[in-house]
C-alpha cells in the first residue's frame, strides 16, 4: 500500500476505465482520489459497447498470455459481478465448431482445431470434443465435422455492464468527468498536469485506458512507440423466424494470424440472434457506418454450419472498432496487452491494445492495475 493519499486519473470511461476506477475506489478507499476523465457524455460508447458481449474463456489466446489470464479469471469475476448487480447475462456455453467444407479443403484448420483444443487444455479450462452427430444435440440446426463445446462461456449486456461498474464507482466516490476530453500533458515537480478541454487536473498518476486513442494519449505525454490499427467488424442480425434456428455462441475454427475470432452466431441476451464480427482494417478509428459489407458474406459464413439460414433475411446491425495493436510493421502479428508504466513518479500508466478479450478480462486487468498501484 502507498505512504501517502494519491490522486488517480483515469482516462476512458469504457469497461476498462469504469472497472479500474471501481476496483482502485474499492480497495484503497480514502487513501486515494480517482478521478475518471470520458469525454462522451456517458460512459461506454465506444469499442465497449460495439463487440460481442462475450465473457471468454481464455482458449483463443495463448496460455501464458495476459489476454488469456484477464479472459480466465475476468469471466468468473464479471459473471459474479452481473450477477450480484443485475446485469442481464445468458450463460449459453460456446461452440466452436469445425465446418465439413474446413476439413475436406483446408488441412491447415485441422491443425487450428487441435491447436486451440490444446490451449483450452493448457489451461484446464472445462470442454468436451462432439463427434458430429453429437453437435445436433447442442445446436440442433448446427452441422459440422466435429466441435468443442465449453460450457462456461456467457453472454452479457455489455453496455449495461458498463453502466453499472460506472454507477458502482460514483457511489463509492470516484469523482466522473464527463463530456470532458483530454488534450494534453504537463510533468512538473512530480505531478502531472492533465490539461482538459474544460480545465486542468493536478495528478500523482495517470492510466491512460482510451481504447482506440490510447496510442495518441501516450504520444501527447510523449511515449510514441505505440501505434493502434482500427479493425472493424460489423454485425448483421437474423430477421424473421430464421432467429429461432441457433441459441447459443457458434464459432468457427479460428485461422491463426486472423485480426478476429471469425464470423459466428451471437444470441444476444433479450433473444436477437446476430452474426459477425468480420475484421478490416479501416482507414480512421471512427469508420463505423461507411462502405458496410455486403449481407452475403455473413450469410456464406454462416450457411457453412447451419444450411437451415441460406434464405433467412440479414439486416446490418452495427459495427465496432478493435483497437490493433503493432510495435512492428507486421499487422498480422498477434500482440498481448500492454500494460507499461512508462514514466515513474509521476506515475503514467499506459495501457494500450486492449482488444478481445477486453470485455471479458477488464475486472482482472483491474485487479492487476490494483497491484501495479500497490507497488508505488
Ligand atoms: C467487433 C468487436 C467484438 C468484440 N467482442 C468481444 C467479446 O465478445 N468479448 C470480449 O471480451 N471482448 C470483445 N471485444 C473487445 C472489447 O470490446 C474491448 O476490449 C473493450 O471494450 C475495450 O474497452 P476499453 O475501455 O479499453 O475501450 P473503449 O470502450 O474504447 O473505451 C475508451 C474510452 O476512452 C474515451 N476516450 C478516448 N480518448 C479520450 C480523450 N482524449 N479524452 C477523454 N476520453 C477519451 C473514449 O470515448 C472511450 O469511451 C470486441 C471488440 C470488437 C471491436
Known amino acids: 500500500m502507498f505512504k501517502k493519499s494519491l490522486r488517480v486519473v483515469v482516462i476512458g470511461a469504457g469497461v476498462l476505465g469504469t472497472a479500474i476506477a471501481y476496483t482502485i475506489k474499492k480497495s484503497f478507499k480514502n487513501s486515494v482520489e480517482v478521478i475518471l476523465i470520458e469525454k462522451h457524455t456517458a460512459p461506454g460508447q465506444e469499442t ?3 463487440n460481442s458481449g462475450v465473457l471468454h474463456s481464455g482458449i483463443h489466446s495463448k496460455p501464458d498470455t495476459l489476454k488469456a489470464k484477464f479472459a480466465r479469471s ?7 459481478y452481473c450477477q450480484r ?18 476439413l475436406i479443403y483446408l488441412t491447415k484448420k485441422i491443425r487450428n482445431f487441435w491447436n486451440i483444443y490444446n490451449h483450452g487444455r493448457e489451461q484446464n479450462i472445462e470442454m468436451k470434443i462432439l463427434m458430429p452427430w453429437e453437435i445436433p444435440r447442442i445446436e440442433p440446426e448446427v452441422r459440422g465435422a466435429g466441435a468443442i463445446f465449453i460450457p462456461d462461456v456467457a453472454v452479457i449486456d455489455q453496455e449495461k455492464f458498463v453502466q453499472s461498474l460506472f454507477k458502482s464507482g460514483k457511489d463509492l466516490g470516484v469523482q466522473m468527468f464527463l463530456d470532458t476530453q483530454v488534450i494534453g500533458f504537463r510533468n512538473m515537480a512530480g ?22 486513442y490510447a496510442d495518441e494519449i501516450a504520444k501527447m505525454a510523449g511515449f510514441d512507440q505505440y501505434k493502434i490499427y482500427p479493425y472493424r467488424g460489423e454485425y448483421y442480425e437474423v430477421l424473421g423466424p430464421e432467429a429461432k434456428l441457433v441459441n447459443r455462441l457458434v464459432y468457427p475454427v479460428p485461422i491463426e494470424g486472423d485480426p478476429g475470432k471469425g464470423i459466428h452466431f451471437l444470441k444476444t441476451t433479450d433473444g436477437r440472434l446476430l452474426l459477425g464480427p468480420n475484421a478490416r482494417l479501416v482507414p480512421n478509428k471512427e469508420y463505423y457506418t461507411q462502405d458496410k459489407t455486403p449481407a452475403e458474406v455473413f450469410k ?6 447451419c444450411p437451415a439460414l441460406k434464405n433467412a433475411e440479414l439486416k446490418w446491425a452495427y459495427s465496432g472498432i478493435r483497437p490493433k495493436l503493432t510495435l512492428k510493421d507486421d499487422i498480422h502479428h498477434e500482440s ?14 499506459n495501457i494500450i491494445g ?12 483491474a485487479e492487476y492495475v490494483k497491484n501495479i498501484l500497490n507497488k508505488i
Open 354 to 365: 486492449y482488444e478481445s478479450p477486453g470485455l471479458s478480462g477488464a475486472l482482472a486487468a
Open 85 to 102: 448487480n443485475g446485469v442481464p447475462i445468458y450463460e449459453c456455453g460456446m461452440l466452436i465448431v469445425a465446418a465439413y467444407r474446413d
Open 191 to 212: 505531478k502531472y498536469y492533465v490539461e482538459t478541454n474544460k480545465s486542468t487536473i493536478e495528478t500523482d498518476v495517470v492510466i491512460n485506458a482510451a481504447g482506440l
Open 48 to 50: 465497449s459497447k460495439f
Open 74 to 80: 475476468g469471466n468468473l469475476m464479471a459473471k459474479d
Open 300 to 305: 456464406k459464413a454462416a450457411v457453412r454450419f
Open 336 to 349: 498481448d496487452f500492454i500494460f507499461s508504466l512508462d514514466h515513474q513518479n509521476p506515475f503514467f500508466l
